[in-house]
Every structure is written in C-alpha cells, then in structure tokens.
C-alpha cells in the first residue's frame, strides 16, 4: 500500500530527536512502528515527518540494580526483553510479552511504543498500572518522571506530550504477578486483561474497559471480583463483546491474575 | 532518499521515496517478487524476510529503515538451485498448496531452526503463529518443519 507522503529523519542522539520533534508540528515518533506503519496505511494518521529512533543509544538495554529495580530503555523489543537475563527478575514482563501478536511483531515492536501508542487493548498498560512502573519522560527542559498510574490519559494519549519523549520505564522489584487475558485467537488482541500483582494487598489494572487501565485494589485475591463489580465498570461493545460481557470478563480476569499473582 | 541495502549478498543502490515500504522496494525497484503481499496489513505474513538476522515482516517496515542492513528473502535461501533441506521438506510433505504463503512460512520456520535447531511442535507453531495460510494447510506444514528438526 503507498503511504501519504512523509519525511524521514534518523537523529543520531536523543538531543537532536527532541528537536526535530519541537520544529515540526506534524513529526512523529517512529519506534518499531508495528502499530504506526499499519495506522498510516489506513490514512488513521498522517504525520508530516517520522522521526526514527531506531539507533538511539540513550533509549537501549535494560539494567539491574542491586536492589532489583529494572530500567528498561523505550526501544526494547518484546523479543529482546523475552530474552533478557535482567528482565527474568521480573517475569512477569517476559511473559506478557510472548502473548503479544507473533514472532516478526515481537521482533521488531518496542515497549516504549506499546505504552505510549495506549491502544486500550494493549498488553503492557495494565501491566505497567499493576506493578507500578515509573516512566521517564525527556523534553526540551529536560527530564520528568510520571507515575504509570498517571501516564495513561485517554484511548491513545499519554503524558508524552508534543515535542518530548519516553526514554525508559522503571520496575520495582517483585515477583508475585499474574496477568490473564481473553483474546482473538492465540496471542490475538485482547477483549478484555488483566493484570495483578499482590504486596500486601491486591492490586489489579483492567484493560479494554475503558479509556485508560482501571486500577482496583482488595484485601485479598477472593475478594478482587467484588472490588471489580464495586467499580462500576461500563465497558465499550463492539463486535467481540457487549458491554455486559466484557463487564463479566473483567471480574473473571481480574480474579484469575490475582489467584496467579498470589500463587507465584 | 539514497539507500544501500544488500539483499541476498547483493548490494543495491537506489533512490527510494520515505514513504516507500520494504517489501514493495524489494518486488518493485529490484524485481524480487519471491516475498508476496497477502494482506498489506501486518497480518498474514506472507512478505517476512530476515533483516539483519531478525525476521520481520517487510510491509511493517519502511524501506529507508532499511539503509544499510542486509536482508535475506525466499530467494536467497536456495544458493546455486539447490534447495535447502526445510524447502526439499515442504516438497516431501506437500506443506505447500496454492503456495501464497510459502515465501513467508520458509523464512519463518529458516529463521526458527537457525536459533533453536531442536523445536518441539508446541516451539514450531508458536514460530508460524505471524503466517495465515488461507487454504489452511497447517498441518503438513508443521510436519515439513518437524522433519529437519534435529
């Protein structure tokens, strides 16, 4: 298919992207652009100038610290990050990602892009609300650090405004997660997901249900489908599922990753 | 935008507009229609070729990112006529029938067997999971791949 005539620039530093960012109103990010190339196609988006970051040190590798927090750069792929010895001391984030799509999308499409395209169907959200990641944002004043929580701010929007960019996300330590997730087909787009992670108390991020992830919290994993129902949740329908249903499989989800969480 | 792509151990030099995908650079500026669109919408997988050891699929992929890498299709796997023992597999096993996805499934499955040359059937599927094989053929396909597993 012939996209919509566009510019290309490879900036070879984070300095010089979020200045081809700032100078051009229509510039657009491109990681592993197996979201945005499809969206162009589509005429969904036309950006004037893709911006590639393919080749950005500053946004590569994912690092362990002693006290096990994880940094992992936007530009990792779902492959590398399956493949990280680092990455295993959260398993949950390799898990998760070999559901994505398949094999050639997971080869190529980035984490920073998952979260920052917020597709609400979309794996990581949820995951990055339940185990409550910090990202990292760079802009021409510099850096700041947003809580994922308050990352996420409609279908398809993020804290990363015009002219700045995700630089890497932060994990803190923590084994006892779960994630479940009724999908199209094998590894498919989701219906509905769920993510859970237990410290204490419960704490559960639902995807697909609204604009952004809903985060719910109980005292324990047998009362996680109660806290689901409290929430009130009113989901979007579509051809897959009615509201209804969807407002079912959240609290059957939300359950289930909780139960694995709790179980780890 | 001038670019220098080496394909199957070829080095091309072309000038090709941004917006150009990769696997209409590869049919179209240098005649290598081995990798097939299906569905032009990152679904089918029938374009994948291996960037740079990785496989992708090319219409994903724009064919200025491609500047400097070098790319292996259908075409590069059978050096001098001779087919590689997973092609000669697809033969023996009839894995192929209108053969649409062939180009994609033998990247995919040469791509899997370069890293894990031992694959269970499980490992095997979850490998072919990014190519749709419309007559649904699967079957013989996964056999065809068994069979050079070591």
Same mark, same amino acid.
């Given at each position: 298919m012939l996209l919509r005539e566009v510019d290309y620039a490879k900036p070879a530093s984070l300095a010089e992207a979020l200045e081809l960012l700032a100078a051009n109103d229509g510039a657009r990010a491109l990681a592993g652009g197996q979201t945005l190339i499809n969206v162009m196609k589509a005429r969904a988006a036309s950006p004037d100038l893709l911006v590639d970051?393919?080749?950005?040190?500053?946004l590569r590798g994912i690092e362990l610290a002693a006290d096990g927090t994880l940094t992992i750069g936007a530009m990792t792929t779902y492959s590398e990050l399956i493949r990280s010895a680092e990455a295993k001391a959260r398993p949950i984030l390799g898990e998760v990602c070999a559901q994505i799509a398949d094999v050639q999308v997971r080869n190529r499409g980035t984490v920073g892009g998952n979260v920052c395209s917020?597709?609400?169907?979309?794996?990581l959200p949820p995951l990055m609300v339940a185990i409550g990641a910090r990202m990292t944002i760079a802009g021409p004043g510099g850096e700041r650090e947003v809580p994922a929580e308050e990352f996420f701010l409609g279908v398809y929007m993020t804290a990363v405004g015009p002219g700045e960019l995700l630089t890497r996300i932060t994990v803190p330590a923590g084994r006892k997660d779960g994630f479940a997730s009724v999908t199209l087909g094998a590894d498919g787009t989701c219906i509905c997901n769920a993510a859970a992670t237990v410290n204490g108390a419960v704490r559960v991020a639902l995807g697909c249900v609204d604009a952004v992830p809903v985060l719910v919290s109980a005292a324990s994993p047998d009362e996680v489908a109660a806290a689901v129902r409290a929430a009130g949740l009113t989901p979007p329908a579509d051809v897959h599922a009615s509201s209804e249903y969807r407002a079912h499989l959240a609290e059957v989800l939300a359950s289930r990753a909780a139960r694995e969480a709790a179980e780890h | 935008m001038q670019i220098r792509v080496t394909v199957n151990g070829t080095t091309y030099e072309r000038d090709v507009e941004p917006r150009k995908l990769l696997i209409h650079f590869l049919r179209?500026? +240098?005649? +290598?229609?081995?990798?097939?669109?299906?569905?032009?919408?990152?679904?089918?997988?029938?374009c994948s070729v291996i960037v740079d050891g990785v496989l992708l699929k090319s219409c994903m992929l724009l064919a200025v990112q491609a500047d400097g890498a070098n790319v292996e299709t259908v075409e590069g796997l059978a050096a001098d006529e001779e087919l590689t023992p997973l092609q000669r597999s697809f033969n023996e096993h009839h894995a192929l029938q209108c053969g649409y996805c062939t180009p994609g499934m033998l990247m995919s499955a040469t791509a899997l067997l370069r890293e894990n040359p031992s694959p269970s059937e499980a490992e095997i599927e979850k490998a072919l999971q990014g190519n749709i094989c419309r007559c649904t053929g699967y079957w013989n396909i996964v056999e065809a791949v068994k069979a050079v597993t070591r």
């Open positions: 970051l393919h080749g950005l040190e500053e917020n597709d609400p169907t979309n794996h | 179209d500026d +240098l005649d +290598l229609t081995g990798s097939h669109i299906g569905c032009d919408t990152g679904n089918c997988g029938a």
